[in-house]
């Protein structure tokens, strides 16, 4: 197989190139070794946990970046409404006891 040269235009999309690409020799090499009838079973047991810990750092370092652009533009931290939060005050007109 003819090699290939990835560049990564964000630290994320670097992030997601160190960690999957070394997972691809492993993976390859767990299927091909697997009896007959259980390469799917032995490569996915492999992936699966590798997989969420790819993401868990890919949404990890993609929040971080969000909160330092939003630092870099004075933007405050503060927490988020809930999808159920309502956008009034507590107590004001609209509101029902």
């Known amino acids: ?8 235009q964000t630290p994320l999309h670097a992030l997601l190139l160190e960690q999957a690409l070394p997972l691809a ?12 009838g259980r390469a799917r079973a032995r490569a996915e047991a492999l992936a699966l ?5 790819l993401i868990r750092k890919a949404v990890e370092a993609t929040l971080q970046a969000q909160a330092e652009a939003a630092a870099k533009k004075g933007r405050r ?12 005050t507590r107590g004001g007109p609209g509101v029902r006891s």
């Open 1 to 8: 197989m003819k090699s290939q040269t990835f560049r990564a």
């Open 25 to 36: 020799r492993p993976l390859e090499q767990t299927a091909d070794q697997a009896p007959d």
């Open 49 to 53: 946990p590798a997989g969420r810990e």
């Open 77 to 88: 931290a503060g927490a988020a409404r809930t999808a159920g939060a309502s956008p009034g």
